[in-house]
């Protein structure tokens, strides 16, 4: 192929890049309602938070997790759509990032609207945490919630380097400044130290279940030893209002609207861009492959606070609720 050919070949995908792009910032959301691309009238913005939460959209072997920013400008589109009457937030996530998870839960606190959280297969520890910011929470009976607590990992491979016969030199300006190195053990000091790190972000996730469930702080730490709940537990502790399937939910979330009768969904999507479109799905989306990589095996992130109920294969699937 000649030089000339390439060359333009290389102005014709250099151009599409360009546009979908400027795209994908100009117009992030995408209104989507009841099948038609046309919607009117009054409806409940329905809004899912599935898989791991973080404060970037997280590609794993399960599909695409919640990336925080997007939730928030879903919200705040909701928010400013006249004809939203109401958000229904179905959480179907096994929690994740402190920051993002309490990120999501201030935007819920600034709604105007009505926000119903529907707690699918599983919401537990953050996916927990930013349903509290709802104005009501309904689960299904057999939905696994709770797990008010926090985790952090940091692995350990000073054994296997030592029979690979790898060594690590380190120089550093001070005593804890490659804590969580997962080249060495961790010294007592650092272990105490990080505890005090979880204790003091698990007094804040206490305090905000005690405040927006109305429960007292004292039968809140109790319950808050990092395990999970079936949907019929958690309503006998009061950690959820109600209990019902999604068409339930639908209905109370439009009760809430004062919308009578089976109302119109409204949908907010992220516009994709050109990579979004040639790699979803695909085994060669090289986001999806070091993403599933680095949470298999965290070797290459520094450690952190999370609002996570440690499942590895999460039930359910990634496909849209009807």
Sequence with gaps: MSKKRWFWIGIVVGGL?????CAAASAPLLLMGGGSLFPWGSGVALIEIRGVIASEPVYTLSGLGTGSRIIIE???????????KAVLLYINSPGGSVVASDEIYQQLK???KPVLAYLGDIAASG?????CGADKIMAHPASLTGSIGVIVEMPNVEKLMQKLGI???VIKSGPFKDEGSFYRGMTE??????QGLVNQVHEMFVDVVAKE?????????????????LGKDALEMGLVDELGSFEDALTLAAEMGGISGRPRIIRYRTAP??????????AFNPRWLSEELRNLLPLTRSPALLYMYKVYTQPGNNAPVH
Excluded: H
Aim: proline share 3%; hydrophobic share 40%.
């Design 167 to 169: 060594e690590m030199t």
């Design 213 to 229: 469930r109305g429960l007292p702080k004292e039968k809140v730490a109790a319950i808050a030893d990092g395990r999970v709940y």
């Design 17 to 21: 890049m360009l546009v979908s792009c």
């Design 273 to 282: 861009g050109l990579l979004d479109l040639l790699f979803s799905g695909s």
């Design 189 to 194: 000091e650092e272990k105490a130290y990080w």
């Design 110 to 112: 600034k709604m105007d």
């Design 127 to 131: 996916a927990y945490y930013v349903a």
């Design 74 to 84: 879903q919200l705040r589109s909701a928010e400013e759509d006249p004809n939203v």
